[in-house]
């Protein structure tokens, strides 16, 4: 992995964790939308639609909302623009709406997602109840860490203490582990949590 950034690692994740908590007043959102309620258009169209799924279960056995993403993330040949785009966005957005605070102390995991290696079967998204998205990618306003490693990218998302067990469940069924705990993939890491 490429050496981290500590001070822009340590203010996006002051930022993100912030605004995740402010999210999180959104009670009456579903898992799905309550931390992707950053969703720039492009192309006409925003970049999240949400819509509620069986995943083919038995009528009435399991219903979730799920993501859509209206353009597929992965298939683009600038890939690596459009992810980069995105995440700038996203923190643009987030720093014009926060100031940043450093006295409260937040609960909760950093995840890392090797976006690259993903396969898109849908099991993290059914067993997470759609935090986790089809692509594997943790919800856009819990992003906050952009890097590289010799294989591909690596996304950083803060998750609140009130969504681990979800992502704990993306992890589990994961085939092919992308998704990792940061504290489990670093464990002498000392970071802002």
């Keep these: 992995m490429q050496e981290i950034d500590n001070p822009t690692f340590l203010e996006n994740l002051r930022l993100t964790q912030i605004y995740c908590d ?12 309550m931390f992707r ?3 720039p258009v492009r192309n006409g169209k925003k970049i999240f639609e949400f819509k509620i799924s069986d995943y083919g279960f038995p009528s009435e ?14 298939s683009d040949e600038s890939s ?6 995105l995440f700038d966005l996203q923190i643009q957005q987030k720093r014009e709406k926060i100031k940043i605070t450093y006295d409260q102390e937040f609960k909760g995991g950093i995840l890392i997602v090797a976006i690259d290696d993903t396969v ?3 099991a993290s998204e059914v067993c997470s109840d759609g935090l986790v998205d089809v ?5 856009i306003d819990t992003w906050f860490y952009l890097t590289n490693n ?17 992502a704990n469940e993306a ?6 582990d992308c998704i990792q705990w940061f504290k489990e993939l670093i464990p002498a890491a000392k970071v802002l949590t």
């Design 150 to 166: 010799p294989t591909g990218r690596l996304l950083f998302a803060w998750i609140p203490r009130e969504f681990t067990y979800q």
């Design 22 to 33: 402010q999210q999180l007043l959104n009670c009456e959102k579903n898992t799905a939308s």
């Design 37 to 39: 309620s950053i969703n």
């Design 80 to 85: 690596d623009l459009f992810f980069k785009e």
């Design 135 to 139: 692509y594997d990618c943790p919800p």
């Design 171 to 176: 992890i589990n069924v994961n085939c092919v």
């Design 61 to 74: 056995t399991r219903y979730s909302f799920s993501t859509e993403w209206t353009q597929d993330p992965l």
């Design 120 to 122: 898109v079967d849908g």
